[in-house]
């Protein structure tokens, strides 16, 4: 079925540290992944997305990871500041549909 | 026009009352999503508009919900006789029509059902 999962909940890291953020998907079908940023009282912000026809995409500090053999996607934040603690999602487009489907999301606590 | 436009960010409600909530997307965007999303977990597929078409509905979207994009700018979200167990934010998102794109959300509408 559609689904879009997280291995962890929550995460801690010190700040300056790279940070990696997991998701594992379901839907074989997905051919599109966006990651957010979700901080309290706001809406989900984008961060960067990929297609299913690439394995890598790199923003300013960001990395997607994709592999579609194991059905996984990373986010990975580099030189981790404050202002990057918050929720992170996931979320996968089925190929043909329009809705996203979202994961739980993984808390990202920044230590000073 | 500097994003997703919601109103009102916050509203309060006792049970069995109506309450609207209107959404205006980045002007050029002719998708427009609704979601909603409970404390703890990501926002879940309500129902989705090309132009003024609404063209899917989650089963999430009860016969007390209903949805409207009359000119296909704004949208407006209504719930009748609400339920406390509608209590959520309600998010709405645009993109363009182009193939995959990102979705932009609005900042959302904080629902409390009491």
């Known amino acids: 079925g559609e689904s879009v999962g997280l291995h962890l909940p929550t995460l801690s890291v010190q700040e300056g540290d790279n940070s990696i953020i997991n998701c594992a998907y379901s839907?074989?079908?997905?051919?599109?992944f966006i990651w957010y940023k979700q901080e309290s009282g706001k809406g989900p912000q984008f961060i960067i997305d990929?297609?299913?026809?690439?394995d890598k995409r790199q923003g300013q500090r960001v990395t997607v990871l994709l592999n579609k053999t194991v059905k996984h996607l990373s986010l990975q934040i580099a030189a981790t500041q404050p202002g990057d603690s918050a929720v992170y999602f996931c979320?996968?487009?089925?190929?043909?549909?329009?809705?996203?489907?979202f994961g739980q999301g993984t808390r990202l606590t920044i230590n000073p | 026009d500097t994003g997703v436009s919601q109103d009102p960010r916050h509203k309060i409600t006792k049970r069995g009352q109506n309450v609207t909530f209107r959404c205006d997307p980045i002007?050029?965007?002719?998708?427009l999503y609704w979601y909603r999303q409970t404390l703890g977990q990501g926002p879940e597929f309500l129902t989705y508009?090309?132009?003024?078409?609404?063209?899917?509905k989650s089963r999430l979207l009860s016969d007390r919900f209903s949805a409207e994009r009359p000119k296909g700018s704004f949208s407006t979200l209504e719930i009748q006789r609400t339920e406390q167990g509608d209590s959520a934010m309600y998010l709405c998102?645009?993109?363009?029509?182009?193939?995959?794109?990102?979705?932009?959300f609005g900042q959302g509408t904080r629902l409390t059902v009491v």
């Open positions: 998102a645009s993109s363009f029509e182009t193939g995959s794109s990102e979705a932009f």
């Open positions: 990929i297609r299913s026809n690439m």
């Open positions: 508009f090309q132009n003024e078409a609404q063209l899917e």
């Open positions: 979320a996968e487009k089925i190929q043909g549909a329009q809705k996203l489907v």
């Open positions: 002007s050029e965007h002719n998708r």
């Open positions: 839907n074989s079908a997905s051919d599109y």
